[in-house]
């Protein structure tokens, strides 16, 4: 199913490509942009001093080990450390996520943080991609979640039905009907994921009363022009799948590569709402650990310029209510180094 080799430079992160998809990627030709998310560049994923080592804000919110919890009434599991597909701008390479996954002790602990908070409704299997792990342990995770009277509802974000479609089977929707109600967001990117192969997939999870919806992350060279984004929502809006996330590129070490600038990526998305007739939800996940916000909502509060260069610092300010657990009324932080557009100085 999958081909797999270490990243050489790095020896870190490892490579591995499902054929199909491999296959897929290589019929676009040079300049691939699914080759670009999936083949390590060692000209452009070494040290970065603009890079976050945690840039979600993820390791000082872990109550216990493989469980992340940003908001009162939801929770992240870091269910599985493998992926089929180890993608070159994932924001958690390099990280424990990829080292190691939750074995039946750390369960033990997991559940019994879940029973002593009543507040929480939702669990969210993460990883890694929570597809890696076979049927009978998915479905043995929605049992236990439904012996949990107060979880209400499951979540499982996965690469699998983009990169292995045929990883879709009756087992899987027999799994994820074993515990409360499932839905699944799957992660596309560019218009040439969403094809027939996919849309089997999702029709499959769909006919099982299985919801499906797609974050995707705006990334440079793949996917930051607004006609390339408008066709990826149309494409998968056919299917039955909704965009619930756009995320603007996390700065983890290795993926500069991949980055655009706030106000790039904003001037991207309005140029995209353009095209579709409708809003984008465009957001992006705070470095201090508030969790996703709308990048439209950002204030610009200073700008500094080196040569033909600019970066611009932005503030968010808590909004009453907000329903974060991070510490903090406010963050504030400097975004990516972009070239200046000539113009008056």
Same mark, same amino acid.
């Given at each position: 199913m999958c081909q797999s080799r270490k990243e050489p430079e790095l020896n870190t992160f490892p490579v591995r490509w499902p054929r199909?998809?491999? /296959? @897929? &990627?290589? &019929?676009l030709g040079r300049g691939s942009p699914l080759l670009a998310m999936g083949e390590p560049d060692p000209a452009g994923e070494g040290p970065d001093p603009d890079a976050l080592a945690d840039p979600t804000g993820e390791q000082g919110l872990? +109550?216990? !080990?493989? @469980?992340?919890?940003?908001? !009162?009434d939801r929770v992240v599991v870091l269910a599985a450390s493998r992926c089929f597909l180890?993608?070159?701008?994932?924001?958690?390479?390099?990280?424990? &996520?990829? /080292?190691?996954? +939750?074995?039946?002790?750390? $369960?033990?602990?997991?559940? =019994? $943080? #879940?029973?002593?908070?009543?507040?929480?409704?939702?669990?969210?299997?993460?990883g890694g991609d929570p597809?890696?792990?076979?049927?009978?342990? @998915? =479905?043995?995770?929605?049992?236990?979640l439904g012996r949990i009277s107060h979880v209400r509802q499951w979540r499982v974000h996965t690469r699998a039905p983009v990169v292995v479609p045929r990883r879709v089977g009756a087992g899987l929707a027999e799994a994820l009907a074993s515990g409360p109600p499932c839905r699944v967001v799957i992660h596309a990117n560019h218009p040439a994921e969403a094809r027939p192969a996919l849309e089997g997939a999702v029709e499959r999870l769909r006919t099982a009363?299985? !919801?499906?919806?797609?974050?995707?992350?705006? #990334?440079?060279?793949i996917n930051d022009s607004a006609p390339?984004?408008?066709?990826?929502?149309?494409?998968?809006?056919g299917m039955g799948v909704g965009l619930r996330y756009l995320h603007h590129p996390d700065r983890a070490p290795g993926t500069g590569r991949f980055w655009v600038s706030l106000r790039e990526g904003l001037g991207t998305v309005r140029r995209a709402e353009a095209l579709l007739g409708r809003s984008i939800r465009y957001v992006v996940d @705070? !470095?201090?650990?508030?969790g996703k916000v709308p990048v439209s909502g950002l204030a610009p509060v200073a700008e500094e310029r080196r040569g033909r260069r600019r970066r611009v610092r932005y503030r968010w300010a808590r909004p009453a209510g907000w329903p974060g657990v991070a510490p903090g009324r406010t963050a504030e932080w400097w975004d990516v180094w972009e070239p200046r557009k000539p113009g008056p100085s």
């Amino acid at each position: 199913m999958c081909q797999s080799r270490k990243e050489p430079e790095l020896n870190t992160f490892p490579v591995r490509w499902p054929r199909e998809y491999r /296959r @897929l &990627a290589e &019929a676009l030709g040079r300049g691939s942009p699914l080759l670009a998310m999936g083949e390590p560049d060692p000209a452009g994923e070494g040290p970065d001093p603009d890079a976050l080592a945690d840039p979600t804000g993820e390791q000082g919110l872990m +109550p216990v !080990p493989f @469980l992340v919890r940003k908001h !009162p009434d939801r929770v992240v599991v870091l269910a599985a450390s493998r992926c089929f597909l180890y993608c070159r701008f994932c924001f958690r390479r390099g990280g424990e &996520a990829h /080292r190691s996954g +939750p074995g039946p002790e750390a $369960w033990n602990r997991i559940c =019994a $943080w #879940l029973e002593r908070h009543p507040e929480v409704g939702e669990v969210i299997l993460s990883g890694g991609d929570p597809l890696t792990l076979p049927d009978r342990v @998915l =479905a043995g995770i929605g049992r236990r979640l439904g012996r949990i009277s107060h979880v209400r509802q499951w979540r499982v974000h996965t690469r699998a039905p983009v990169v292995v479609p045929r990883r879709v089977g009756a087992g899987l929707a027999e799994a994820l009907a074993s515990g409360p109600p499932c839905r699944v967001v799957i992660h596309a990117n560019h218009p040439a994921e969403a094809r027939p192969a996919l849309e089997g997939a999702v029709e499959r999870l769909r006919t099982a009363g299985v !919801p499906v919806e797609n974050q995707a992350v705006l #990334l440079r060279g793949i996917n930051d022009s607004a006609p390339v984004l408008a066709d990826l929502v149309r494409r998968l809006e056919g299917m039955g799948v909704g965009l619930r996330y756009l995320h603007h590129p996390d700065r983890a070490p290795g993926t500069g590569r991949f980055w655009v600038s706030l106000r790039e990526g904003l001037g991207t998305v309005r140029r995209a709402e353009a095209l579709l007739g409708r809003s984008i939800r465009y957001v992006v996940d @705070l !470095p201090t650990g508030h969790g996703k916000v709308p990048v439209s909502g950002l204030a610009p509060v200073a700008e500094e310029r080196r040569g033909r260069r600019r970066r611009v610092r932005y503030r968010w300010a808590r909004p009453a209510g907000w329903p974060g657990v991070a510490p903090g009324r406010t963050a504030e932080w400097w975004d990516v180094w972009e070239p200046r557009k000539p113009g008056p100085s």
